[in-house]
């Protein structure tokens, strides 16, 4: 089912002499059926606060939230049928795998063998079906998660929440796994609103990536449109391997240039449209990384060149680009303006 919020903001009154913290500001954010939508910030942008809002774990203090055609805002989570996975799953010790998976069922009155079922179901799915008979301790950080995901399926809610659930796990299983709950969410044709701050998970699992900074959200788009036609001098930074250049122009220096280091060429000094010096040249697998301070810009210019374009560290180099590459943001306040 879909999950629809609308206005939802969310202030913290801090403790007595503490300023009171602003975590969501008016949020409206829709996730279809079947849709996998990503939310990626910073830390403390307000990822967390958004989806224990959408569970039930904190009230808002304005806005709602429905999930399919249901206004659960002033429903406790338990009522909503959302299943919220997070980065570090709380599994019962001293209950093997199996009665993990199965102990919310067990506790709704679902009888023995159709929660056997629906715990095998779900172990198998997730690549867990060998280890049921086990005690959390004896898996894998991987495997453990897994069993969080499984507890998660066996309930079959309305729809599913994921706060960070691989950001505990190591590069490799990682990636894999972020491909096996993509596919699980499609096999399901679940709806699922997943949290990240890392902007490559997000890129390669949503259908659609929202940008959140500081409580605004600040774009909701597909991808590649969020990388391609960023909204924002934030977004452009935020979203892509590397962060976009972003250089002083306008007659009054009152408008920002933006190129993606991944579309800088270098040009004989003086024929490119800056020159600037080489700092450092990193390598970078099959090819290299040039860092280059530009004079008039706050931050040195990245270049992501081939080898055999790879500058002399100390040189002066032209810098150059096509039209198309240009990204052009205000000045004042960052939005893109072309
Ligand atoms: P993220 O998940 O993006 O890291 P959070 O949603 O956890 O961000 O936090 C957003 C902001 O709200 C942060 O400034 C954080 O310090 C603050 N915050 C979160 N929870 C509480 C709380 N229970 N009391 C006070 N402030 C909080």
Redesign the pocket.
């Known amino acids: 089912m879909s999950i629809v919020i609308q206005g939802v903001a969310k202030t913290?009154t801090?403790r007595r002499g503490t300023a009171p913290?602003a975590?969501l500001h008016p949020v409206d954010l829709e996730v279809a059926e079947t849709e996998l939508v990503v939310v990626v910030?910073?830390?403390?942008?307000?990822?967390?606060?958004?989806l224990r809002v959408i569970a039930g774990l904190e009230a808002p203090e304005r806005g709602t939230v429905r999930i399919g055609a249901r206004d659960v805002t002033a429903m406790p989570p338990g009522a909503r049928d959302v299943a919220l996975v997070s980065q570090e799953p709380a599994l019962f010790p001293h209950l093997r795998i199996a009665d993990n998976i199965g102990f919310g069922e067990r506790a709704r009155g679902t009888s023995r063998d159709e929660v056997r079922r629906k715990v095998t179901d779900a172990a198998d799915a997730l690549g867990i079906g060998a280890a049921l008979e086990r005690r959390p301790h004896e898996l894998s950080g991987g495997e453990r998660q897994r069993v969080a995901l499984a507890r998660a399926l066996v309930r079959e809610p309305a729809a599913f929440l994921m706060d960070e659930p691989l950001s505990a796990l190591d590069a490799e299983l990682r990636l894999r796994m972020r491909i096996e709950i993509k596919d699980l969410q499609r096999r399901l044709g679940v709806s699922l609103l997943y949290?990240t701050?890392d902007q490559h998970e997000a890129l390669a699992l949503g259908d659609r990536v929202a940008v959140?900074d500081a409580?605004h959200l600040l774009q909701i788009a597909p991808p590649r449109e969020l990388y391609e036609r960023p909204g924002s001098a934030f977004v452009a930074r935020f979203i892509g391997a590397l962060p976009m250049n972003l250089l002083p122009s306008g007659d009054a220096g009152d408008q920002v240039l933006g190129v993606r280091p991944e579309r800088v060429r270098t040009a004989p000094a003086d024929r490119g449209r800056v020159t600037g010096r080489v700092l450092t040249v990193e390598p970078a697998g099959e090819g290299c990384l040039a860092h280059i301070a530009v004079p008039g810009a706050k931050e040195r210019v990245l270049a992501r060149l081939p080898w055999p374009e790879a500058p002399e560290v100390g040189a002066e180099t032209g810098l150059d680009w096509d039209d198309g590459d240009v990204h052009r943001f205000s000045g004042a306040d960052g939005r893109r303006t072309g």
């Open positions: 913290f801090g913290v975590a910030g910073p830390s403390g942008s307000g990822k967390s606060t958004l949290v701050h959140l409580g």
